[in-house]
């Protein structure tokens, strides 16, 4: 079963360069890296959600789960934490239509 990872998070108040700078640079990369697949980037322009979401797909939940706990991912995520805040991951069979 296909799963989706959606993490969310607002961007940390005068760190937009630096943080947009990392995500290009490490974040999207190592995401990739370890063996998930990009699916879609949103920022929120309106309302009370968070300010980004990004999802990222892999085969399953195992291998899923097994990324999630590893160094290198708690290593990427810490980076991330330096530019963000009210960061939160889920993981989800994934659908065809928008999920959150």
């Known amino acids: 079963m296909t799963v989706k990872l959606i993490m ?3 961007i940390t108040p005068q760190r937009e360069r630096e943080y947009f ?3 290009i640079r490490e974040f999207i990369p190592g995401v990739q890296r370890l063996g998930f697949d990009l699916g879609d980037a949103w920022a929120t322009a309106y309302g009370r959600q968070p300010q980004i979401m990004v999802t990222a797909i892999t085969s399953d939940q195992e291998k899923a789960e097994h ?3 590893s160094a290198d991912w708690a290593k990427l ?3 991330l934490l330096e ?3 009210n ?3 889920k993981l989800v069979k994934a659908d065809r ?3 959150f």
Do not use: A, H, K, P
Request: glycine share 4%; charged share 25%; no cysteine.
């Open 87 to 89: 960061y939160s991951i």
């Open 21 to 23: 700078e990392f995500v």
């Open 8 to 10: 969310n998070w607002d």
């Open 67 to 69: 990324i999630l706990r």
């Open 97 to 99: 239509g928008f999920q």
């Open 83 to 85: 530019f963000v805040e």
């Open 77 to 79: 995520t810490d980076s």
